[in-house]
């Protein structure tokens, strides 16, 4: 089953993003996500078959980003 999984983040550049690559790589797979910088609310999507919602939190606020999960 494919999860679609959205987030709110303090993530403001392609710079950022970047930074981010290799460990979102390593948690969504690479081509599974993709971030939103021109929405207000900088917006992290993740497609994929099995997401954790709290490891990407995780992930980017140890990393030094604020990340809140979104309702569909």
Do not use: Q, Y
Request: hydrophobic residues 45%.
């Amino acid at each position: 089953m494919i999860h679609v999984l959205v987030f709110k983040t303090s993530v403001d550049s392609d710079e950022r993003i970047a930074l981010l690559k290799p460990a979102l790589d390593l948690t969504a797979g690479a081509g599974n996500w993709n971030f939103a910088l021109d929405d207000d609310d900088k917006i992290l999507r993740i497609v994929a078959g099995k997401t954790d919602a709290e490891k990407t939190i995780r992930l980017l606020a140890e990393n030094g980003f604020v990340c809140s999960e979104l309702d569909d």
